[in-house]
Antibody, heavy 117, light 110 residues
């Protein structure tokens, strides 16, 4: 079964850091792009970052550039999102997704990040 | 990286058809044939319903169809069923390996 499982979410203070993980199974993880998408409470979906197959190219939405870093370990079938300098507006459910021809065809269940003092 | 424009709500009776629009610019929707549509039920992860403007992934009913004209894409749901009631989001490739989403449309089956 093709599956993505996120972990690492939680409550963090403003200015703090958090590292999200996404474990992939059921497909050849290293052969495709991966993506992080977030959804603030009661709001729509928002693209956060993409990473290509070998991790050598990464792309970010403007408002996380310099604060968030996407990475992957193909040997561990895992995707990561390191989030620094977190702000209240980063509060959201974070989803990892498999990216195929600019569509997201497999999604995880999401992990919740709450930034609050 | 401005969000694509979707109507906040749409509705139809069981068996009817409903179309949801998604308007962007020549830098995203109009510039590429990489428009996707996602269905999201409350508390669930999104599900891909349409990719590359009009392609249906395996398992998606043919009641769901996609199209595009200029800077506006559309998702049409025919033969509405109760389980179609959900939020629907469009997305488009926006160049420089970026994606942009629409604000979402809440589809109500009356």
């Amino acid at each position: 079964e093709v599956q993505l499982v996120e972990s690492g979410g939680g409550l963090v203070q403003p200015g703090g850091s958090l590292r999200l993980s996404c474990a992939a199974s059921g497909f050849t993880f290293g052969s495709g792009w991966m993506t992080w998408v977030r959804q603030a409470p009661g709001k729509g979906l928002e693209w956060v970052a993409n990473i290509i197959q070998d991790g050598s190219e990464k792309y970010y939405v403007d408002f996380v550039t310099g604060r968030f870093t996407i990475s992957r370990d193909n040997a561990k079938n895992s995707l990561y999102l390191q989030m620094n300098s977190l702000r209240a507006e980063d509060t959201a459910v974070y989803y990892c997704a498999r990216h195929s021809w600019h569509a997201l065809d497999v999604w995880g269940q999401g992990t919740t990040v709450i930034v609050s003092s | 990286q401005s969000a694509l424009t979707q109507p906040p709500s749409a509705s139809g009776s069981p068996g009817q058809s409903v179309a949801i629009s998604c308007t962007g610019t020549s830098s995203d929707v109009g510039g590429y044939n990489y428009v996707s549509w996602y269905q999201q039920h409350p508390g669930k992860a999104p599900k891909l319903m349409i990719s590359e403007v009009s392609k249906r992934p395996s398992g998606v009913p043919d009641r769901f169809s996609g199209s595009k004209s200029g800077n506006t894409a559309s998702l049409t749901v025919s033969g509405l069923q109760a389980d179609d009631e959900a939020d629907y989001y469009c997305s488009s490739y926006a160049g420089t390996n970026n994606l942009v989403f629409g604000g979402g449309t809440k589809l109500t089956v009356l």
